[in-house]
């Protein structure tokens, strides 16, 4: 059994909760693109290259917010804290 720190906990802690942050403000970004796509009425009569853009947008933040999740995890795993 691994004996931890108290400062290498708390720098867990602040890294994990940095991760879950940049998480939380993807899907937040996320979110209001799809709200603004839900409630217009002419959304898919936009010009293809501006929802060629929107979309690709969407898909960035999905990604951010899949390796920030990524990387918390893998950090968790990798500390052998039990």
């Keep these: 059994m691994a004996i931890h720190s108290v400062n290498e906990v708390a720098s867990l802690i602040n890294q994990q ?3 879950q ?3 939380e403000a993807s899907l937040w970004k996320l ?4 709200t603004v796509a ?4 002419d959304f898919y009569e936009l010009p293809r290259v501006t929802l060629h853009n929107y979309f690709s947008v969407a898909s960035d933040l999905i990604n951010e917010a899949t390796k920030a999740n990524q990387a ?4 968790l795993h990798s500390t052998g804290l039990k």
């Excluded at 839900?38 to 009425?41: K, Q, R, S, T, Y």
């Design 31 to 34: 979110e209001a693109l799809i």
């Design 21 to 23: 942050e940049k998480l």
């Design 38 to 41: 839900v409630l217009a009425d």
């Design 72 to 75: 918390s995890l893998s950090k």
């Design 17 to 19: 909760v940095a991760f």
